[in-house]
Each structure stands twice: as C-alpha cells, then as structure tokens.
C-alpha cells in the first residue's frame, strides 16, 4: 500500500513538473512579443536610413574630390531637411575643399545661427574667415570657439595661425 501511494504521488509530481516544463518553454512576455512585430522597420526609420546612405556617398564622393556631386547630394538632404547638421557640415566642408570660402561662410553662419552653441561651427567659420585674409574677424570666431570647447586642440593650432598673421 505504501509503494503504490509512493508511485501516485511520484506521478503526480513528475506530472505537474512536465506540466511546468511546458508552461516555461511555451510562455513568451509582452516585450518579447511587441519586439517581434516591430522587426520591420518603420517610415522614419527607414528614411533615416536613406539619409545615412545619402551622406555616407557624399561624404564618399567629397573624398574622391568629386565636390559636384557631393554638393548634390548634400543639397538633396537640407531640401527635405533643412537644419540637419551633419549635412550642413560636410556641406561647409565640400566648399571648404573646393575651395569656395564665400559659401563656406554661409554654411557656418547658418550653423552658427541654428545653434549658437556649436564650437566645431564657430571654429569652421574661423578657418574660412582666416582663408579670406579676414583676421581680425577670424580671430573673435575662434576665440568664441575656444570658450565654448577650451579642451579642443584645433581651436588652438588655428588660433597661433590667425595670430601669426596678425604678428600677435
């Protein structure tokens, strides 16, 4: 009588551990599930990845001295997005290569006045302004830079330039 309530009860119990078993493979939690269904990527995501793949190839194309077709592309971007900084900045930075200070200048302004807290933009404007023998004014961009970002090495080497030539 012993061992056939002792088998009961190991069967009963070998039954509600198969029984759990199953619970714990089969169980899949809300987050799991609603990561699931967002596996295909939305609208803005994959606008985002068009815009990185736009960029990407400018900042390709720029590299290879191609300046027109990185302008292009980069021109493309700011029409849907006007404000987008990176695309300002390598925009600023094509005409910067080509060469094209005037336009360089209008880049960092804008950047500048977008958000008058971007070092990098004032520092950029510095350098342009420098590259159009306009010291003096290149001089204050850069300074402003420096106080906005003093640990930033490039300030300074583009500061000590401005200087030179202003036999300071």
Do not use: W
Request: hydrophobic residues 40%; proline residues 2%.
């Amino acid at each position: 009588m012993k061992s056939s309530r002792q088998i009961l009860m190991i069967t009963c119990l070998s039954f509600v551990v198969l029984m759990t078993a199953i619970l714990v493979a089969s169980y899949r939690p809300a987050f799991t599930q609603a990561h699931t269904r967002e596996c295909t990527p939305s609208a803005a995501q994959m606008r985002n990845e068009r815009l990185l793949h736009q960029l990407g190839r400018a900042y390709a194309n720029m590299d290879k001295g191609d300046f027109a077709t990185a302008e292009r592309d980069l021109l493309q971007i700011l029409k849907e997005r006007p404000t987008h900084s990176m695309a300002m900045q390598l925009l600023g930075h094509v005409y910067y290569r080509a060469e094209r200070y005037k336009d360089a200048e209008k880049i960092y302004r804008k950047m500048i006045q977008n958000n008058e807290f971007d070092a990098s933009a004032y520092n950029n404007l510095g350098q342009v302004l420098s590259r159009q023998g306009r010291h003096k004014e290149a001089l204050t961009e850069l300074e402003h830079a420096r106080s906005l970002n003093p640990g930033n090495m490039t300030v300074y080497i583009n500061l000590s330039v401005v200087y030179a030539a202003l036999n300071q």
